[in-house]
Nanobody, 123 residues
């Protein structure tokens, strides 16, 4: 699978950003997709996942602020991030999994990764 992420940048606290990830078509329609983030010196952590049939799951820290979605016509995965906080500053990655149901929470469940895109939130 091929994934290409974009959309990161710098924003002030309380602001919004939208990340995009173009995914190869078979992977996009078949497997779980997710957004992860990595803080310096830490393991990647799940932000949100979406199953092929649309079921979504979020980390507690982003519930109500972030929304994961898919646009089928352009094979693109999105992460809309609102009410950004300085604690959201991290490198963000999109990923695809090997499974199509019960999307995993661990990065180990995902076998293909896009390049990271940096999100920096200043307070």
């Amino acid at each position: 699978a091929q994934l290409a992420a974009s959309g990161g940048g710098s924003v002030q606290a309380g602001g919004s950003l939208r990340l995009s990830c173009v995914v190869s078509s078979y992977t996009f329609s078949t497997f779980c997709l997710g957004w992860f983030r990595q803080f310096p010196g830490k393991e990647r952590e799940r932000v949100a996942t979406i199953a092929p049939y649309g079921s979504t799951h979020y980390a507690e820290s982003v519930k109500g602020r972030f929304t994961i979605s898919k646009e089928n016509a352009v094979n693109t995965l999105y992460l809309q991030m609102n009410s950004l906080q300085s604690e959201d500053t991290a490198m963000y990655f999109c990923a695809s999994a090997r499974q199509s149901v019960n999307c995993g929470e661990s990065g180990l469940d995902y076998n293909s990764w896009g390049q990271g895109t940096q999100v920096t939130v200043s307070s």
